[in-house]
């Protein structure tokens, strides 16, 4: 089978030009919703490269699980924090006393949350174009396993 880590990586960035083009509309719920759709899409991409499986949806807890060599730091693990708040409520009333849920969101909101994943989904990009824990890069530029 082929490895899935470029298709999950794919998405993401489709699901970052998504959250662009609702920030661009005026959706800013979705604008959230989509960049931290699309930084948890990257980040798991990171785990299947190197044949590992990540459950669940928290940016940061994927980011702080990430193996070393490739551990983000902590201004990453926080925009991961921020990201998190826009997994429920931009999509469901009850998350807020009254009022839908576009009615709590802001520009200024979605234009961070999309700063945050282009900052995710670059760490990640970096991550994939490099040998992964345990590899090495053979002469030809492709990856080798490790000894």
């Given at each position: ?28 719920e ?17 785990f ?15 980011l ?38 576009y ?9 961070r ?12 990009e ?22």
């Amino acid at each position: 089978m082929a490895p899935r880590y470029e298709d999950w990586f794919r998405q993401a960035q489709r699901d970052l030009d998504h959250a662009r083009q609702a920030l661009d509309g005026g959706y800013h719920e979705w604008a959230c919703f989509a960049a931290q759709q699309s930084a948890e899409k990257a980040v798991k991409a990171l785990f299947l490269r190197i044949n590992r499986t990540a459950w669940g949806h928290s940016v940061a807890a994927l980011l702080q699980q990430l193996p070393a060599p490739w551990q983000a730091d902590q201004s990453l693990v926080d925009a991961g924090k921020d990201l998190d708040r826009h997994y429920v409520p931009p999509r469901y009333p009850n998350s807020f006393p009254q009022g839908a849920p576009y009615d709590y969101y802001t520009r200024a909101e979605a234009e961070r949350a999309i700063s945050h994943t282009e900052l995710i989904l670059a760490f990640c990009e970096r991550l994939l174009a490099e040998p992964g824990p345990g590899e090495e890069r053979s002469e030809e530029g492709g990856r080798t396993p490790g000894p």
